[in-house]
């Protein structure tokens, strides 16, 4: 098999799957190093895929989606309520992101995609492995989240505001990630 047969399987594996794959699944399946993988995903997203790298494996992001980024706070408590509501209204929690003022934007990506994922998500986290990113900035952090329409994205951002999870850009935030006034 070719380099560019390899990179076609590679990108009709993750495509059609409904989870992420992971890279040594990807190895495994097509009888290459896990090494060889990570290089044809770099020639894969050189050529315009948009592959999503998470802690669970790699995705390929559906092209007739859209985002848009929130800044949010709350506590811990409410995390897993504020995950369910965007994963329920349709949408998907592709990361979390800080703006801290010393260290700039710490990023780690997330592809919350149902309920499952929240679960998934916040058991790791309650097992003592690590803590919540938003709690290096006081609670104040971001999510890009996707959806197949902006107005699925509208109906996550009136419900986070309505829940009083969106939060106030201040002014030594470099960007307003939103596309429309909120208050």
């Known amino acids: 098999m070719s380099g560019e047969e390899r990179r076609n399987c590679i990108l009709d594996i993750i495509a059609k799957s409904d989870v992420p794959v992971s890279g040594t699944e990807l190895a495994g399946r097509l009888k290459v190093s896990r090494q060889l993988i990570v290089q044809d995903i770099a020639l894969l997203r050189a050529n315009g895929h948009e592959i999503i790298s998470t802690h669970k494996g790699y995705i390929v992001m559906n092209k007739k989606s859209v985002s848009r980024v929130f800044k949010v706070i709350h506590s811990d408590e409410e995390a897993e309520e504020e995950m369910n509501l965007v994963v329920d ?52 952090h971001y999510h890009t989240v996707s959806a197949e329409s902006e107005k699925v994205l509208d109906y996550i951002q009136e419900e986070l505001r309505r829940k009083g999870f969106l939060a106030k850009l201040q002014d030594y935030e470099p960007v307003d990630f939103w596309n429309k006034v909120n208050e």
């Open 89 to 140: 209204l349709g949408g998907i929690m592709e990361d979390v992101f800080v703006y801290h003022k010393v260290y700039g934007v710490l990023k780690a990506d997330m592809n919350i995609r149902s309920r499952m994922d929240v679960r998934i998500y916040l058991q790791e986290i309650a097992s003592g492995k690590s803590t919540l990113l938003k709690n290096v900035t006081s609670g104040y």
